[in-house]
């Protein structure tokens, strides 16, 4: 386990974990203002990432989040500002929204890749009911996003969040929906 706050506001630090494999719980703000931690693959197992666990991690450019992720917490990523694209595994069920959403000051995060269901709020099905809940911030800079069809299709989606607003079109392009922002 990776205690609360462990490596945070270590701003000049690198990292190299010798057994990796035995990092699967990682505490709320662990590497929080680690601003030379450049890519992190968390593993299977983890479940949560907390409070502003990687929040100010300045040049942290790749995360890979693992299937067994259910929740992404308050601040996990704020102003991770090198952070260009991210995938939202299929198990998520929470992203933190709001003023303290886990993506707020991610200004770089242009290509959002969903494999979650989860994120369609507002999303209207044949029967008329809405689903769900997300993270606007995820959105705010992405120019793709790209969505796994089998959510949209198999839920029998009319319409998304990203379908409702003016600034996204959609495409099918194998086995995923390519929103495009509109210029």
Known sequence: DLGNFAFSNLTNATFEFEDINTLKNIGAGAFAGCAKLESIKILEG????????????????EVILPESLVSIGT???????????????????????GDDSAFSGCTNLTTVTIESGFIFENATNSGGSTNHGYDANLFVHATTVRVLASLIDEQGLTSTYLDNTANFTRVKDGDYYIYTKVV
């Open 46 to 61: 983890q479940t949560t990432l907390g409070l502003s666990t990687f929040s100010g991690c300045t040049n942290l450019k």
């Open 75 to 97: 601040n996990c990523f704020e102003n991770c500002t090198s952070l260009t694209s991210i995938t939202i595994p299929k198990n998520v069920t929470n992203i933190d929204g």
